[in-house]
């Protein structure tokens, strides 16, 4: 992530402007959330960037955002709001923003059994 410039618009001192590699866009974020520091490890050992798979019932959302019973998503941060503490927040394909989701609606991809040694 690199600083694309100043916000302007509501407290804008308090923003600067963030534009992701290789995308075009960009978002305000808060100066203070600005670090070349790793960030902390989220709640249930999470960090963003890490797959996950949704594990609940399917659903969709006035806005259109979808949740899709197994289907992956990438956690990108800790979740706000009610479930502050308690969960992360998802991108799933397709869907216009991250979604709030409790720890126990999302798993880890299950690791690879391991190899049997051949016989010698």
Known sequence: ???????LGVAATERVA???TPLP???GGLRAQVSRAAPPPLRGGYTAGDKVFYTEDSQTFPSGNKLVHGQQGEVTGPADG???GKGVMVLFPGNK??????????RRPRA???ATPAPT
């Open 82 to 84: 009610e479930w502050t």
């Open 112 to 114: 690879a059994p391991a």
């Open 18 to 20: 963030l534009s992701p």
């Open 25 to 27: 866009l960009t978002a």
């Open 97 to 106: 923003g991250s979604i709030n989701l409790y720890l126990t609606d999302v």
């Open 1 to 7: 992530m690199s600083i694309a410039g100043v916000s």
